[in-house]
């Protein structure tokens, strides 16, 4: 069988340490393809570009830069530029943990998120420390499900979304499949003066305070285990839908 082909994205940016060393530990899998944005692209969602051209260029073999978001880098490649379908996509590893709702901001999720609606496996994964240091077993985690999915294939209409503590693989306490939790915090939004005196707001608040109720992604991450969160495609809330619905609201 023909070597597995990988597409290998992230919203940190093609030069950010997290992709180089995931790229390098999905090799020993199989065929990797990066295209990832030119510049950072953190907290840019599902968007993708709609009003500039998108130009690609060449950093290095089979690696790629698009000046774009995530999800253009993902749908770009699949649908254009890759040449034939990849098995997988992952995105990532990010510098910061992406938990709880916090998923819906990522931009290393949206490009899992188009991995998933092109019909493709898709792995979103993240390192859970603030200041990461070291990838290196996020990179081992990886490969490691890689291989399972490979082998096992994933559910249909799912996003993998994996977080590794920043911890030696083998002091990893194992691994858990969560579910998303709720984070508990106000952005924090620091208001000061421009140096003409008008005001200006810089939305902060990184580090999230957060109730690490059972089976989240959060209770995970701090028994030191890695957590995998399998998000849904249909976003619908059925228990609402049904209520609606027996309210009779008409026109
Ligand atoms: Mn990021």
Redesign the pocket.
Known sequence: MASPLILVT???GIA?P?LQTLAKCLETVGEVVVYAPES????VGHGISLHHPLRVREAGTNRFAVDGTPTDCVMLAVRKLLGRRPQIVFSGI???P?LGDDVTY???VAGAFEGMLLGITSVAI?SAAYETTDYSTAGQVAAHLARHLLEHGAPADTVLNVNVPQLPYEELAGLSITRQGLRDYEDDIVTRQDPRGREYHWIGGMRPRHIAHEGTDFEAIDSNRVSITPLHRDLTNFRALAELQDRNIEL
């Open positions: 992230n919203d940190d950010a997290g950072e692209q953190s907290a990010n510098s910061g992406n990522s931009g290393t993240s």
